[in-house]
């Protein structure tokens, strides 16, 4: 923080503390019985709720929770958020596996109260009181309820006979300074509730284990389950559920200042206990209930409790509850989930992993359990806070950060939570950590809420020292423990104890998605001592460690206050060979390449890059080259061995080439295919998000003349420029505009002196294009379109001028019907706005098409295996262009080409999976007309424009490949077909190369 900040917080102390000493918080207590009837998995129960009013204010509503009705129906904000993530298992799953609460009717000291649900959200109601509650009053509610339990999609749920019974009870809101939070329930985004007391009493068949938050109080299932830990009641080595026994129990649980009660039920439970002793005298139970999944690695469990609970009892503060357990349970929701004294974890895959989650959950007892905070609308305060620790954790016991496998890698290490945030800042997707849980893409819930926040706190540890920053965290515990407090309530208490302003974390790391990239600009030497001078090209003025080399390794480490632009400092030289700015990886530097400067040599700040054959992750300080052969072939070329040389991966660079030069085989020309662009930010929070501009290159044979032993070939370079326009992160919109020259060489033969002596020649052609895409790629019924406008100028092949302006609208759609299938429709329509050909007796090159194959492909956008060829296999190689029609016609037949307009309707579905005796095919359907403006065409009749074509297709990853088999058509289009020969010889492919690029995937990827 910069000096005026500091006295901004001094200006501002005053009203601060009375902010303090104006802190409340409610009390809601709680009784429940509830019976699990496990034949129809519902829950039958009752629940008192004693509510203390502490505000300052009377309250004539209470909020209430009523989280298993986000299982309703596919409208609630649960079923939303999971759809906007990806996930359509809850919307396709048929009302026997959805759930919900009802029966509910609350009494309110014994009398009957008005209530009704939240006119937005159905897991959400209000009681309207009969009296205010007074400010120090309080109320007893009272209501019977029963939860139709979910097949498991998120937290509450049941697979079988195994129950996960989380968020299933009528729970008021939390009312603070604030007012009221009611909140729908989510799955990306946890809770905030008020702190009390449970009596829990649960009803079931005899022969379930259960595992639960609070203290166990009924003995006789205390000796149950410690019968089995101890080995003396077999376990079920099985996935199988034994038959429930006939007889019911009753077991009863205790657990005070929580805000949460959470049970788990399974017959087929194993069962380990184990105890530890604090420092102070305290006794914790520990306990892991676990099946025959991952048993081998559950074995150790309660030794990962027991060492995680003492771990951040010695660093935060104490443990204050009696039990803290740890369930193997099937879990949606992530790898783990926390709740009071209690967390259910799904699998692990190997110990260290294991360890690692059940840090992470038994971790949130402290930040989440006792320390209370808005989770919904700061999800950093719990998920980052305890993210810092696991991580610290991990260090300390298994001496390593999470990195990627050396061989993924190019000479420097680089850990996973930077690649993560990384990926998302260098695109500048990413969201700054206080965000709302629901305002994040799901990414950047991880980013934003776990990864950056535990950085960011490492970051301030490494500055500070770890001894002043864990007195800082433990006045934090001391002072908020079992309250709810806000970010600002946090920072005040770090900056008190740690006795310093803290803007840069908070306005920059935490409030912000800014950026840190500090850089060494140039270094001079005078005698004896060394004139440093760094810049900040970012927006955050974080402490700069900057280190000092001597010899071949570091061997001092600086740390400098934060700054804005430049600034110099001045160091001994002494021997110093090198300056590295973040030597051990603290901060979050954007780009790390300009961070090193050596003090010997002719270029300071450059070093060689890094070569690696295969893909790798780019290093975090050294720039890497990647190589990979490769082989491609054409029919002309034939086989064309190369080497793919480029720069791409993870995460984005400034700078981004592929080059990958080939031979043909049979011509001996060079040939192959590039690109290279600079990726450039005009500034955050702008309409335009990016801009990339380039320039892409190909060269291949195209047509082989055998008559006169000639192979002639094409050249395209393409300048172009593309801008991203900015969309809203939940969303999974893609706003691109692309302006692309096309410059065009194809060689001809010409015969300048007699038919039998032709030389090569090379027509070049100039040609300037705008593509706008929109794209919602939403999971379900994705949809885009496509506006395209192009311009050409050129001299036809009889040298006359000729001129035209063309626009195309493209539009399609996916309407699903089940979660694999739907019914697609694609739309297009074209029009030369002008055009000096447009009654030619000739087809221009850019006429529209109907059929799209390679001959008619004047861009040069697609690669064809025998781009000219006018029989043969390799003939009937078309693209999803214009018209978009699956036949093959040949270069000599005007049908469906047009210098005026074309219109066309595909159609194609996706059949159920036991259709057609499970053969993965799919009917289709093509609709064309087109404007045959020539001349020579006469006054042709509407049957002579419109072609339709019908049949079936086998295709895969979004139709890049298919294959087409046309069954039926119009009486224009199959004569054409039959000239083809047989049907077989009429079935076409299309191979669309171009759709599995792989850096434009990854770099469309949105999470």
């Known amino acids: 923080m910069k000096p005026h900040y500091f006295f901004l917080a001094l200006l501002l102390l005053p009203l601060l503390l009375t902010a303090q000493a104006d802190y409340f918080q409610q009390e809601v207590n709680y009784d429940i019985k509830v019976q699990l009837d496990d034949e129809r998995h519902e829950l039958h129960g009752h629940i008192t709720i004693d509510y203390h009013n502490n505000a300052p204010e009377a309250l004539d509503t209470l909020y209430f929770h009523l989280w298993p009705n986000a299982y309703r129906n596919t409208q609630t904000a649960y079923a939303q958020q999971a759809l906007r993530m990806g996930n359509t298992d809850f919307y396709y799953a048929p009302e026997t596996e959805r759930g919900g609460i009802d029966s509910l009717a609350f009494q309110l000291d014994g009398q009957a109260v008005e209530w009704a649900y939240h006119p937005e959200h159905i897991d959400i109601a209000y009681i309207l009181l009969p009296a205010p509650i007074p400010s120090g009053g309080q109320v007893q509610l009272t209501t019977p309820f029963r939860v139709d339990i979910p097949y498991c999609f998120s937290r509450l749920g049941h697979v079988g006979q195994a129950y996960q019974i989380t968020q299933w009870y009528p729970k008021p809101a939390v009312y603070d300074q604030a007012g009221w939070h009611p909140m729908p329930y989510l799955d990306m985004g946890e809770f905030y509730s008020e702190f009390g007391r449970f009596e829990v009493e649960i009803t079931l068949p005899k022969n379930y284990r259960v595992a639960a938050s609070g203290q166990l109080e009924t003995a006789s299932e205390r000796a149950f389950l410690e019968e089995i830990a101890a080995g003396e009641k077999a376990y079920t080595d099985t996935l199988d559920f034994p038959p429930s026994a006939a007889e019911l129990k009753t077991i009863r649980y205790t657990a005070d200042e929580v805000h949460d009660f959470a049970w788990f039920a399974d017959k087929r439970f194993e069962v380990r206990r184990d105890t530890l002793q604090l420092d102070g005298g305290r006794t914790v139970e520990t306990w892991a209930f676990f099946t025959d999944v991952e048993r081998d690695l559950w074995l150790n469990a309660t030794d990962y409790i027991k060492r995680s609970v003492r771990f951040y009892s010695d660093l935060v ?363 450039l930010y005009p500034g955050d929070g702008g309409f335009i998000h990016r801009l990339r501009l380039g320039v892409s290159g190909r060269r291949f044979a195209y047509r082989r003349v055998d008559r006169f032993d000639q192979d002639l070939g094409f050249e395209r370079v393409q300048p172009y420029l593309r801008f991203d326009f900015a969309t809203p992160h939940r969303k999974r919109l893609r706003k691109q505009l692309l302006l692309r020259a096309l410059w065009i060489g194809e060689e001809e033969l010409d015969f300048p002196n007699t038919p039998l002596d032709p030389v090569v020649i090379t027509r070049t052609t100039f040609l300037q294009r705008a593509e706008f895409t929109w794209a919602n790629e939403r999971v379900v019924s994705p949809y885009t379109w496509t506006v395209a406008l192009e311009h050409q100028s050129f001299d036809d092949v009889f040298g006359e001028a000729q001129q035209y302006v063309k626009a195309s609208v493209e539009w399609e759609a996916a309407f699903n019907y089940t979660e694999k299938q739907a019914v697609h429709l694609r739309l297009f329509g074209g029009y030369f706005l002008y055009n000096t050909a447009r009654e030619s007796n000739r087809f221009l090159p850019a006429a529209f098409n109907l059929i799209s194959q390679g001959f008619n492909d004047y861009r040069y956008d697609d690669l064809y295996f025998g781009r000219s060829e006018g029989s043969g296999a390799w003939a009937r190689q078309i693209s999803m262009r214009d018209g978009g029609f699956k036949n093959i016609i040949g270069s000599g037949f005007p049908l469906g080409r047009s210098n005026d307009y074309i219109l066309s309707a595909n159609f194609w579905v996706d059949l159920p999976k036991n259709a057609l005796f499970g053969i993965p095919v799919k009917p289709y359907l093509d609709l064309g007309y087109f404007s045959d403006a020539r001349p020579i065409a006469g006054d042709p009749v509407f049957g002579d424009q419109f072609l339709w074509s019908g049949g079936l297709m086998l295709s895969a990853f979004n139709n890049a490949v298919g294959v087409y088999f046309p069954l039926l058509s119009s009486l224009n289009l199959s004569d054409r077909q039959a000239e083809l020969g047989n049907f077989w010889q009429r079935i076409s492919f299309q191979l669309d190369l171009n759709a599995f690029h792989p850096w434009e995937q990854l770099d469309r990827l949105r999470f």
Not at 459 to 479: I, V
Not at 528 to 556: A, C, Q
């Open 317 to 679: 503060g104490p443990y204050p509850y009696p039990q803290a357990t740890a369930v193997q349970t099937v879990l949606e929701a992530g790898g783990g989930m926390e709740y009071p004294m209690i967390t259910n974890i799904g699998e692990a895959g190997d110990a260290r992993a294991l360890d690692q989650v059940i840090t992470h959950e038994v971790g949130h007892n402290w930040f989440y359990g006792i320390l209370g905070s808005n989770e919904r609308t700061h999800p950093w305060m719990d998920e980052g806070l305890n993210s810092y620790y696991e991580e610290r954790y991990m260090r300390q016991f298994y001496d390593s950060d999470a990195v990627l496998p050396p061989f993924l890698m190019v000479d420097t290490s680089i850990s996973l939570n930077d690649v993560g945030y990384l990926y998302q800042a260098r695109r500048r997707l990413d969201q700054a950590p206080d965000t709302h849980s629901d305002h994040f893409a799901p990414i950047n819930y991880f980013i934003g809420a776990y990864s950056k926040p535990a950085e960011a706190l490492h970051l301030l540890a490494s500055y500070w020292g770890e001894a002043r920053f864990d007195a800082a965290m433990q006045a934090y515990y001391r002072d908020w423990q079992f309250k709810h407090p806000q970010p600002a309530d946090f920072r005040r208490v770090l900056e008190e104890t740690g006795g310093e302003p803290l803007g840069w974390l908070f306005e920059g790391l935490l409030y912000s998605n800014g950026k840190t990239d500090y850089s060494i600009r140039k270094v001079r030497q005078d005698g004896g001592r060394l004139e440093v001078k760094l810049r900040n090209r970012g927006r955050i003025t974080s402490p700069v460690p900057l280190g000092i080399k001597r010899g071949e390794g570091l061997d001092t480490l600086l740390w400098l206050p934060g700054f804005e632009g430049e600034e110099t400092v001045h160091l001994s030289a002494n021997g110093a060979t090198g300056l590295q700015i973040d030597p051990e990886g603290v901060t979050l530097e954007l780009y790390r390449s300009n961070d090193d400067y050596k003090l010997t040599g002719l270029l300071p700040k450059w070093d060689w890059p890094g070569f690696k054959l295969l893909g790798a992750v780019q290093g975090n300080r050294r720039t890497a080259l990647f190589a990979l052969p490769l082989v491609a072939w054409n029919n002309y070329d034939k086989t064309l061995p190369g080497l793919l040389l480029y720069n791409h991966s993870v995460p984005e660079q400034r700078f981004e080439f592929e080059l990958a030069p080939m031979i043909g085989t049979a011509t001996g020309r060079l040939s192959g295919l590039g690109n290279m662009h600079v990726n």
